[in-house]
Nanobody
Framework: QVQLVESGGGLVQPGGSLRLSCAASGSFLSLYTMGWYRQAPGKQRELVAAINSGGSTNYVDSVKGRFTISRDNAKNTVSLQMNSLKPEDTAVYYC????????WGQGTQVTVSS
């Protein structure tokens, strides 16, 4: 069993930055691929960024060059640094942990608006 708790969401103006954090608890966490997904109203949940157990990362094209995912296996945390935020980044952001099955956090709202 893995539990994930996100933090760091909020309201930010276009062009601003936010840092999301996900605190994980459970066993064998270093083996999990950790990810951040988002879901905007009326849209499907999409993968924003992921980082595997070896540290390799991948990003959806729309956030490349603006977002950075990182993990700290010693602290069991994964973070998403979001820069140059745009209104279209507005969504609920979910932390995920995937190995044999996928676990989800409860989500944190990110709103980009002037």
């Amino acid at each position: 069993q893995v539990q994930l708790v996100e933090s760091g969401g909020g309201l930010v103006q276009p062009g601003g930055s936010l840092r999301l954090s996900c605190a994980a608890s459970g066993s064998f966490l270093s083996l999990y691929t950790m990810g951040w997904y988002r879901q905007a109203p009326g849209k499907q949940r999409e993968l924003v960024a992921a980082i595997n157990s070896g540290g390799s990362t991948n990003y959806v094209d729309s956030v490349k060059g603006r977002f950075t995912i990182s993990r700290d296996n010693a602290k069991n945390t994964v973070s998403l640094q979001m820069n140059s935020l745009k209104p279209e980044d507005t969504a609920v952001y979910y932390c995920s942990a995937r190995w044999t099955i996928t676990y989800w956090g409860q989500g944190t709202q990110v709103t980009v608006s002037s």
